[in-house]
Nanobody, 118 residues
């Protein structure tokens, strides 16, 4: 089993910053990528940012230049969110992709609420 523990969500004013973190533990066999998705009320879950085990990031157009994803050797992924906008309000989910014998396995965190409001 793989466990993901998220932290760092909360309420912030427009233009503010938050940093999310997600620590992975358990049976981490071959880590392929870690990242963040978000889901606003009434909308589908969407990719925010991901980073491969080799350190290559990928960002949604809506957050490019404002959000930065990073990962450390302890299998913790971070999402630094700057210049936050009300439309960034959503539940943010950590995602881990593991690979074994040619197959990919996705694991999800419990989600953390980010609210951007004045």
């Amino acid at each position: 089993q793989v466990q993901l523990v998220e932290s760092g969500g909360g309420l912030v004013q427009p233009g503010g910053s938050l940093r999310l973190s997600c620590a992975a533990s358990g049976r981490i066999f071959q880590l392929s990528a870690m990242g963040w998705y978000r889901q606003a009320p009434g909308q589908d879950r969407e990719l925010v940012a991901s980073i491969t085990s080799g350190g290559s990031p990928n960002y949604a157009n809506a957050v490019k230049g404002r959000f930065t994803a990073s990962m450390d050797n302890s299998k913790t992924v971070y999402l630094q969110m700057n210049s936050l906008k009300p439309e960034d309000t959503a539940v943010y989910y950590c995602n881990v992709v593991l690979r074994r014998l040619g197959l990919s396995y996705n694991y999800w965190g419990q989600g953390t609420q980010v609210t951007v409001s004045s």
